[in-house]
């Protein structure tokens, strides 16, 4: 389930946040939904599993998106948050350029073509 070999982890919601943040990224990097909630046993399966490996949550800017936002805090309190302007409200309908930059703070690779307005 898990590309042991990623010295990286982003969690986010759906799959289609997945997939956009998937084209973005140009390191290795694993990246995992929560399907929008995730269950405590899922939870500290996870924790167990990314012990050792740089954590980064990216959650959509809404109610929800906080309250998973507020369960990672709790319960991986080493993990890093990243957030999308709450304009955007969504990861999956925010602009790639918003995202690439996002990501690039957080010290992650990304294709430099989304770093462009275009």
Do not use: W
């Amino acid at each position: 389930m898990f590309d042991y070999n990623s010295e990286k982890v982003i969690i986010v919601e759906g799959t289609s946040d997945k997939r956009k943040v998937k084209d973005i990224i140009r390191e290795p990097v694993e990246i995992i939904c929560t399907n929008g909630t995730i269950s405590v046993t899922k939870l500290d399966e996870l924790i167990d599993e990314l012990f050792d490996k740089d954590v980064y949550i990216l959650v959509d800017a809404d109610d929800a998106g906080e309250k998973l936002r507020k369960q990672f805090k709790r319960e991986m309190p080493e993990a890093a948050h990243l957030y999308i302007d709450k304009m955007y409200r969504e990861v999956a309908t925010a602009p790639v350029h918003h995202l690439a930059t996002v990501l690039l703070g957080a010290n992650i690779d990304v294709y430099t073509e989304y770093l462009d307005r275009g």
